[in-house]
């Protein structure tokens, strides 16, 4: 079945440690998204990527990082100088200028 | 900048009563606007889309919406809602960018 595959599903830090969250879509989607889901705050975008090699910065970047070297795959990596990294993680993929499809999200808990 | 605005942030209802949810949004670009439905520890999903076109818009579920762009609204409708339809609602714009903005979100509680 096509769709967007994020593991996963539950994921506990350390404080101080570094994690990676893993997105892989088979859609052929160009773009592909990381968003932040905190309660009452909605979806905040921290990066996302447009095509193979290229990605930009969204609303909340600081303390993650991601890198496309596939056009399935979109990891990000939530590293210690995230402060306050506990929350729902939400990937994304799109085709151009229509809707994005989600995957079922990653929470993570810093422990 | 574009932005989209929920403005109410719980909604209970009675079950097989009506419903709307409101969505405002601003853009000084054309926008494509969605609804989504989140329910609890999963993603989100679709359930419609305003690309252009015709205004009024149905979805999965029984929901509709209509782009109204002189009150720069794209409230989310159903005329009679079930215990199912507890969940949390999303609205959400985009320009060409491929770049989504979401609203804060709107918690539909359906009392039996």
């Not at chain 1, 599903?9 to 889901?37: I, P």
């Not at chain 1, 303390?63 to 990891?75: A, L, M, Q, T």
């Not at chain 2, 252009?52 to 009150?71: D, P």
Request: some cysteine; overall charge neutral.
């Amino acid at each position: 079945d096509g769709g967007i595959t994020q593991s996963p599903k539950y994921l506990f830090r350390k404080e101080g440690q570094n994690v990676t969250l893993s997105c892989e879509q088979n859609l052929n989607h160009d773009a592909m998204y990381w968003y932040r889901q905190d309660p009452g705050q909605g979806l905040r975008l921290i990066y996302y990527s447009q095509i193979v090699n290229d990605f930009q910065k969204g609303d909340i970047a600081e303390g993650y990082s991601v890198s496309r070297e596939k056009k399935e795959s979109f990891p990000l990596t939530v590293t210690s100088a995230q402060k306050n990294p506990t929350a729902f993680y939400l990937c994304a993929s799109s085709p151009r200028y229509t809707e994005a499809f989600f995957g079922q999200g990653t929470r993570l808990t810093v422990v | 900048a574009q932005s989209v605005t929920q403005l109410d942030s719980q909604v209970p209802v009675f079950e097989e009563a009506p419903v709307e949810l409101r969505c405002n949004y601003s853009s000084s670009v054309s926008v494509y606007l969605f609804w989504y439905v989140q329910y609890p520890n999963q993603g989100l999903q679709l359930l419609l889309k305003y690309l252009s076109g015709s205004t009024l818009v149905k979805g999965i579920n029984g929901f509709e919406a209509e782009f109204n762009k002189s009150q720069t609204s794209f409230h989310l409708r159903k005329p009679s809602v079930h215990i199912s339809d507890t969940a949390e609602y999303f609205c959400a714009g985009g320009t060409g960018a491929n770049n989504l903005f979401f609203g804060t979100g709107t918690r539909l509680t359906v009392i039996p």
